[in-house]
């Protein structure tokens, strides 16, 4: 592991994010203020809808699959009910938080456990908090007289879904950190 993946600890959570955004197509063109803003306020949207998590009896249900690629730890499938886990992926990203010495923060069993309330995060704000993350992220799209429409803004759901897997589990750094860290490993070797 180089230094510029130890590196990234001293990198914030919300520039973390700004990186993120960045790095998503049609943000291209916001200046970096505006992506602090969006940042801040996706991941405080998540952190909030955090507090009123539970198990939903009929949400999504989680499906482990062996292998995968390394990039991709979970994503949610909401036409078919489900939340798939790819194991090759959970388990490098486990070697990254431990050969960086990050286990404290992330300790056994965190990344399983993000990576599913991650993808509860993206099946609740699809089907019923979509409105409210585009109102919390407040970048007008139209504006007419006192009504304004909001802007859907690519990444900031995924700053969300990040931002409340770290809420609910209690972790000191958001889960973006490991996925960081995992992606710039893969890019190393
Ligand atoms: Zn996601």
Do not use: K
């Not at 291209?28 to 991941?43: H, K, T, V």
């Not at 078919?80 to 070697?95: K, M, N, P, Y």
């Not at 992330?106 to 399983?112: L, S």
């Amino acid at each position: 592991m180089t230094r510029t993946l130890r590196r990234l600890s001293a990198v914030d959570d919300i520039e973390l994010g700004v990186r993120l955004l960045r790095g998503t197509p049609t943000n291209e063109g916001r200046d970096d203020d505006q992506l602090r803003r969006i940042s801040a306020a996706a991941q405080r949207f998540g952190a909030e809808l955090a507090a009123d998590h539970s198990d939903p009896v009929d949400g999504a249900t989680v499906v482990e699959r062996a292998g995968g690629d390394l990039s991709l730890v979970a994503r949610y499938l909401p036409r078919r009910g489900r939340i798939e886990l790819f194991s090759a992926a959970v388990e490098h990203c486990e070697t990254v938080v431990d050969r960086l010495g990050w286990s404290d923060w992330f300790p056994p069993g965190t990344v399983r456990a993000a990576a599913v309330l991650h993808e509860r995060a993206h099946e609740r704000i699809t089907h019923r908090h979509a409105a409210e993350l585009r109102t919390a992220v407040g970048v007008p799209a139209l504006r007419l007289g006192h009504w304004t429409r909001w802007a859907f803004i690519a990444g900031a759901d995924e700053l969300a879904a990040h931002a409340y897997a770290g809420a609910v589990l209690g972790l000191p750094r958001s889960p973006l950190l490991i996925t960081a860290a995992a992606m710039a490993a893969i890019e190393e070797d």
